[in-house]
């Protein structure tokens, strides 16, 4: 897995209208998608090419499952900057979508020509770095889910992922066993890259046994919407208490 980590300045402030980290990304995604769609007319699912289409596995099946490139995004990231203020922004490629590594480095030396929508930036540090991607975990008992996830079952859509990750992605991540159990569980919702809202859970969850969680993973967030900010956790109960 590589982490891309990109600093920007805005020379004349901005004022986004919902958060930047989103809009770069859904940029991103969608220059993906008319770099290698043949097929415009119609939708990913009915494409003769799909299975052949880059932008078609790297968005995990046009955002049906897991995307191969996730950005870090925050619900609570700052929409106004002042002059000269700065973005940080990071993006992961998942197992071997370290090839296309090279859209990215499109993205923000080209193809923005330091412009998101109308507003000028200019790139102060532009980084990568690779992880093992079980080198660093986290043991964990409980935890809070802190941004929506798409099932109340935690380590199910945990397992979820990581299946999808392992096969379309050639990841080496593991399965969990063990048995999920909630407490003040409530409806959540979040937005996709349409603005249409999603409907998920947060809660505290504690588990039949300790479990460990590559840190990576955890960065990223779990389930279907970590590409939106989803699946954030805040440990409870761990060798080592943290919030991601």
């Known amino acids: ?46 494409c003769p090419n799909k299975m052949v289409c880059n932008y078609y596995r790297l968005s ?26 700065e973005l940080n922004l990071s993006f992961y490629l998942i ?18 020509n330091q412009n998101i929508g109308g507003i000028p930036f200019y790139i102060k540090s532009f980084e990568n770095k690779y ?11 409980s935890c809070v889910i802190k941004t929506p996830i798409e099932r109340e079952d935690l380590m199910g859509s945990y397992n979820q992922m990581i299946e999808y990750y392992d096969h379309n ?18 409806f959540s919702q979040i937005e996709d890259l349409h603005s249409k809202r999603m409907s998920g859970y947060i809660g505290s969850v504690f588990l039949s046994k300790i479990v ?8 990223i967030g779990i389930g279907k919407f970590n590409y939106l900010g989803g699946g954030k956790i805040a440990i409870k109960d761990s060798a080592e208490k943290t919030e991601i």
């Open 60 to 85: 995990g099946e046009d955002f049906l499952y897991y995307p191969g490139i996730v950005s870090k995004i925050s619900l609570f990231d700052s929409k106004i900057y002042q002059e000269n203020q």
């Open 131 to 141: 992880f093992d991607e079980e080198e660093d975990s986290l043991s964990i008992r």
């Open 95 to 112: 197992g071997d979508c370290h090839q296309f590594s090279g859209y990215i480095d499109l993205f923000f030396q080209q193809y923005l």
């Open 169 to 186: 992605y050639h990841c080496l991540y593991s399965k969990i066993k063990a048995e999920t159990k909630v407490s003040n569980f409530k």
């Open 212 to 219: 460990d969680i590559p840190n990576i993973l955890l960065e």
């Open 1 to 46: 897995m590589i982490e891309y980590n990109i600093k920007l300045s805005f020379p004349l402030g901005a004022n986004f209208f919902k958060s930047p980290n989103l809009l770069f990304y859904k940029k991103m995604m969608q220059m993906i998608k008319k770099l290698n769609c043949v097929n415009s007319e119609r939708k990913c699912r009915d």
